[in-house]
């Protein structure tokens, strides 16, 4: 079996902590896909060292010399994107063509912020001193913390590294460990493309320990961080207690409405692509389906008749449409709020169950699940659950469907499906969502926008295209006196 060992300055490096954890295939649990090591917390502070040392060389590089091995980075990630794919496959789960679809975007990144080396970086602002220029320009915050979880173990560590590099930052990566060996194959292509020694650095291990370290090293001058509200709480309030940068992004409960004038088909299709793809396991995935009383029983119809056909099993099975959830814990976390909504008083309307047949009870394979009259009130209808369920509320307007969408802590993305422009109108002034998304699915992000959330799914900070900017960098006012 291949163990990972972590990457500090430029090396290979095994932990000495002599304790290793196996990630298992959720399709098939006896197989092993890789070992990582438990990391001691004194290993993450070596590869901050590191880190902090390799920033003046590093900062003082072109944006286009940086981007140059951004762009070399991206082309070894492109060579080896099948092998990557069906190991990302394997250790988290999701299917094939997802894989696939999640490296590329993986390198399109790359790419993008490749480019950003050359593009402008300051605004020259009128000075009320006639013999004066005054301009801003943006400097490096330094070391950044990269926290991720294992849900996009590609595309979401290359949304932080990328833009942290060619703003000039360097990096100390601490990924999940459900998709450790994922990791590591990215950090495997920063390798070869020959970045300078202790630009990038990856340390395994827990969260409570690795990752906690990166919230107190004080070395590290930022902490961008993606997974749950919980552990984003913790991951602020620790930077913000010793004065670093930080940004995260958490949970959402992602709405769609489906007014009386939509294209059902339309609609229908979105919400079993936005809610049941990657099993769920998607911040921006749909969770409630809100759906005008006229056409409930239509939309409703045509929902289970295609969720009957959802093919579930091993993601590498070219069959297989919806894969297991991530990890043991996690199926049980769906199960148990399958449980709760039961006894909310939530019907019931398809699935609900683990699968055990045909081979599936060797992995985390749960059914997807539809309950019908849920209310508000209930948690099924208000806490992230991260998993192919389903909540359908029925209402009389848009009005009672927008009172409804906005009647939780989060605030990431939502849909609505309408042919009406007035009804688009006011979803997207009063839906209080980051992504707000017209006729088309809740979970869909596009890399040269800015992605983020309201309320509780984030720090009010926002990602990926020119956004990232403002995390990645301070700005400098400059007065210049001729
Ligand atoms: P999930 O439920 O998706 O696993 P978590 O918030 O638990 O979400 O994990 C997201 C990332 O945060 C993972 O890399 C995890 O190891 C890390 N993490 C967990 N606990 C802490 C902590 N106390 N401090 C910093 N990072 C943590």
Known sequence: M?????????EWQSSNSGKTYQSINPASINEVVGEVEYSLAEELDTAASYAKQARTDWE?????????????????????????????????????????GETARGVAILRYYAGEGLREEG????????????????????????????????????????PALIYGNTVVFKPALEASVT??????????????????????????????QIVDNPQINGITFTGSDKTGKIVGQGALNRGAKYQLEMGGKNPVIVTKDADIDLAVDATISGGLRSTGQKCTATSRVIIEESIYPTFTEKLLKKVKEITVGNGLHPDTWM?????????????DYIEIGKNEGATLIHGGNRLMDNGLDQGFFVEPTIFENVTTDMRIAQEEIFGPVLALMKVKDLEEALTIANDVDFGLSASIFTTNIQKMLTFIDDMEAGMVRINAESAGVELQAPFGGM??????????????????TNIKTVFIKG
């Open 123 to 162: 605004d020259v602002i009128p000075s009320t001193d006639a013999d004066a220029l005054m301009l801003t320009k943006r400097a490096p915050i330094g070391v950044v913390g990269v926290i991720t979880p294992w849900n996009f173990p590609v595309a979401i560590p290359i949304w932080k590294i990328a």
């Open 323 to 335: 894969g297991p959830s991530v990890s043991e814990k996690q199926l049980n976390t769906v199960l």
């Open 2 to 10: 291949i163990q990972y060992a972590n990457y500090i300055n430029g």
């Open 183 to 212: 990791a590591a194959k990215v950090i495997e292509c920063f390798n070869e493309a020959g970045l300078p020694n202790g630009v990038v650095n990856m340390v395994n291990g827990e969260g409570e320990v690795i990752g906690q």
């Open 60 to 100: 003082k590089l072109t944006g286009a010399a940086r981007g140059q091995y951004l762009y070399k980075t991206a082309d070894i990630l492109e060579s080896r994107l099948e092998e990557i794919a069906e190991i990302m496959t394997k250790e988290m789960g999701k299917t094939l063509p997802e894989a696939k």
């Open 455 to 472: 309320k509780k799914s984030s720090s009010h900070s926002r990602e990926q295209g020119q956004a990232a900017k403002e995390f990645y």
